[in-house]
């Protein structure tokens, strides 16, 4: 048997609070979700005036990035020709999305799971990832 490492409830905390705290700051609401090292959700906030809409998509950026172990605004863009992308249907899957503010949790080499943020604009919303990330990782080292 073996152990796949992942995020936890603690991380989760930790990532959308440092995320809240900046948002609340901005006075700008975001949905964020925190996932498993398999996409999974362990954690989902709606800040209060936040989209309804950003809900599923959130959660989608959270499950592509695990999943993918790559940030979401990667995901539609074509290696050769970036201004065109492709048709993210290739998956397989709906879930998989290629919307900027997913980002992979990656130590040691490892995907653990991922933090993503919707609601704002993509470049927002995956700056706002990268302060729950630092999050996790600040906490781990104490």
């Known amino acids: 048997m073996h152990s796949i490492p992942t995020l936890g409830h603690d991380d989760a905390h930790h990532a959308i609070e440092a995320i809240r705290k900046a948002s609340a700051a901005r006075k700008q609401p975001v949905v964020i979700a925190v996932a498993d090292s398999h996409g999974e959700a362990i954690a989902l906030l709606r800040m209060d005036g936040a989209a309804y809409s ?74 706002l990832a990268a302060l729950g990330i630092d999050a996790i990782v600040a906490h781990a080292k104490k």
Do not use: C, M, W
Not at 70 to 94: C, K, Q
């Open 54 to 127: 950003s809900v599923n998509v959130v959660l989608n950026k959270a499950f592509t990035a695990a999943r993918l172990k790559r940030p979401t605004s990667l995901i539609g863009r074509n290696v050769r020709h970036p201004e065109t992308g492709f048709d993210i249907s290739f998956y397989g899957d709906a879930r998989y999305v290629g919307f900027g503010g997913g980002l992979p949790v990656i130590v040691d080499g490892l995907t653990l799971g991922s933090v993503a943020v919707s609601g704002l604009t993509q470049a927002e919303d995956e700056e």
